[in-house]
């Protein structure tokens, strides 16, 4: 009931009760002395003030609470008491060293702009660079909890960062390679149209070349753009379409070698071999591989594309060319975008600079493993690794 308000109800009773016992002959001074008793009692019990709560009892978290609380959490988090690390959970002592507890945190931090934001005893955050390692990022955010308290943490942004880089760059060096060819195109064709009476067909004819080469670059730069894209939108669907391999690699190995590379391929595939896949994807890895064994390898030497189904749960697919072969520290990078250990051979023969990366997420769309090895002076050999399926497997669900 609210404080103050005449409960009408028990008033109503106490009417009716008086008159009543009026009614039933009872000395009107009576009812009257009870009329004022019953009606003072209710009046004096709606006036009088609610209760109010007295103060809470001051709950506060112990140390050990709020460390145990914060303990298996997954982000780094330190409590401060006036400056220092009183509590610092796993995460934390893992990214800064248990040596912090105890510490000042300016101290323990010692970044700028992290220090910037722990001298101020406001809350905040800040985003600090190099923390444990030189390139990580971490944003980190103060609050202040009363009693000189204050817990921190660290929420690390440098995959995010990453990311965001590598689109950067992608978009960057994308726009390059389609810049390249695009600038040699316009610049031939105003010759051509400036320049009509003065140029004799010989010259003329070359210049047509070179466009039609041009234009080919970008046709074939654009179109590994897409093949990318879809491989990677793609990445998380498990290819579920039965695929004989042993044919599939023998079609697009002879497909990669081309007619006048025909004569070098070297086959040796075996018996049944049955993958789960996407076969126009499978078909462009092996073109890849066996076109790149072809532009890079000995200009007279033989290609051999191997095919073994026998060992265990994996197809193994070998392509081995005797060119040159590769420095190894080049070996870690050249499945990145773009990425071409000598971009004047690369372009000269027709490379995108992608033919590498577009291998390398059909392998992983498809569970599969990409090996590089690599001689200076005898070749290289690129193998991947596909899981193989029984004939009688059904396709799994989904
Ligand atoms: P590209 O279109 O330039 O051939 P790739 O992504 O297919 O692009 O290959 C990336 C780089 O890896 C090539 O530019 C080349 O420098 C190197 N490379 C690829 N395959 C071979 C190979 N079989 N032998 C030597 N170098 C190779």
């Known amino acids: 009931m609210k404080s103050g308000a005449i409960p009408r109800f028990a008033l109503a009773i106490a009417l009716v009760t008086c008159l009543v016992l009026l009614v039933q002959g009872v000395g009107w001074a009576l009812v009257a002395a009870l009329a004022l008793v019953w009606g003072g009692t209710l009046w004096l019990a709606a006036a009088r003030p609610p209760e109010t709560p007295g103060p809470a009892p001051r709950r506060s978290l112990s140390r050990d609470m709020m460390g145990e609380l914060i303990e298996q959490s997954q982000t780094p988090i330190i409590v401060t008491e006036k400056k220092r690390i009183a509590i610092a959970n796993r995460e934390a002592r893992d990214l800064l060293g248990s040596h912090i507890v105890g510490q000042d945190v300016r101290m323990a931090l010692r970044q700028p702009e992290a220090v910037r934001l722990l001298e101020n005893e406001a809350d905040g955050t800040a985003i600090v660079r190099g923390l444990a390692r030189r390139r990580d990022i971490w944003r980190v955010a103060r609050k202040q909890l009363g009693d000189g308290l204050a817990v921190i943490e660290f929420v690390n942004r440098t995959a995010e960062a990453d990311i965001s880089r590598a689109h950067t760059d992608f978009v960057a060096n994308a726009s390059h390679e389609l810049r390249t060819p695009l600038a040699a195109i316009l610049g031939y064709v105003e010759t051509l149209r400036d320049d009509v009476e003065q ?34 939108a793609e990445k ?58 072809f532009k890079y390898g000995g200009e007279d030497e033989p290609v051999t594309v191997a095919l073994d189904c026998t060992n265990g749960a994996k197809a193994v697919l070998r392509v081995q060319d005797r060119g040159d072969g590769i420095a190894a520290e080049h070996l870690p990078h050249l499945t990145r975008r773009f990425y071409r250990t000598d971009p004047g051979r690369s372009r000269a023969s027709g490379g995108t600079g992608l033919g590498l990366a577009i291998v390398k997420h059909i392998v992983e769309r498809h569970q599969g493993r990409l090996d590089i090895a690599s001689t200076r002076g005898e070749g290289s050999i690129f193998e991947v690794r596909l899981p193989l399926t029984a004939l009688e497997e059904t396709p799994p669900a989904g």
């Open 199 to 232: 140029l004799d067909p010989a010259t003329a004819e070359r210049f047509l070349g070179t466009i039609q080469r041009e234009a080919r670059r970008l046709q074939d730069l654009v179109s590994d753009l897409m093949s990318l894209s879809r491989i990677e």
């Open 236 to 293: 998380h669907d498990l290819p579920d379409e039965l695929v004989d391999l042993t044919a599939l690699v023998e079609r697009a190995a002879r497909d990669g070698a081309g007619a006048e590379r025909a004569a070098r391929l070297q086959l040796q595939t075996g018996g049944p071999c049955h993958v789960r896949g996407d076969s126009q994807q499978l078909e462009q890895l092996v073109r890849n591989l066996v076109d790149n064994a």
